[in-house]
Nanobody, 124 residues
C-alpha cells in the first residue's frame, strides 16, 4: 500500500512564495510519475505539474516559469516550489502517484494514489 502526505500550504500574499512537500511511504517503485493537482471551490481538479522518477517534468501553462517541481528520492519526497503567486492559485493542492504510465499524464483519473491535500490561499 502507498500513502501520500502533503505539507507546506498556508496563507501568502500575492507575489509571495511557498514550498509544498509530498512524502510517500509504503512500497518502493523503480519507475513512477508523481504529480501535483489543485482544486479550487466549484472547479474541477486540474493538473499543475508532474515529474517522472527518471527526470522528465511537465507543467501546466498557467504555472510555467513560476512553479518548479523537484524530488528527493532518498527521502521519498517531492516538492513544489511556487513563486510569484496569484490569487488565482488559491486552491487545495494534492499530490498524486501514477504507477501505470507511458507518458506524464495530466488527467486526475490516470493517477493511482492521492494525498489528502493542503490548502494554499493567496491574498490580493
Amino acid at each position: 500500500q502507498v500513502q501520500l502526505q502533503e505539507s507546506g500550504g498556508g496563507l501568502v500574499q500575492a507575489g509571495g512564495s511557498l514550498r509544498l512537500s509530498c512524502s510517500h511511504s509504503g512500497r518502493t517503485f523503480e519507475s513512477y510519475v508523481m504529480g501535483w493537482f489543485r482544486q479550487a471551490p466549484g472547479k474541477e481538479r486540474e493538473f499543475v505539474a508532474a515529474r517522472w522518477s527518471r527526470g522528465d517534468t511537465r507543467y501546466a501553462d498557467s504555472v510555467k516559469g513560476r512553479f518548479a517541481i523537484s524530488t528527493d528520492n532518498a527521502k521519498k519526497t517531492m516538492y513544489l516550489q511556487m513563486g510569484s503567486l496569484k490569487p488565482s492559485d488559491t486552491a487545495v493542492y494534492y499530490c498524486a502517484l501514477d504507477l501505470n504510465f507511458e507518458t506524464i499524464q495530466t488527467l486526475a483519473r490516470d493517477y493511482d494514489y492521492w494525498g489528502q491535500g493542503t490548502q494554499v490561499t493567496v491574498s490580493s
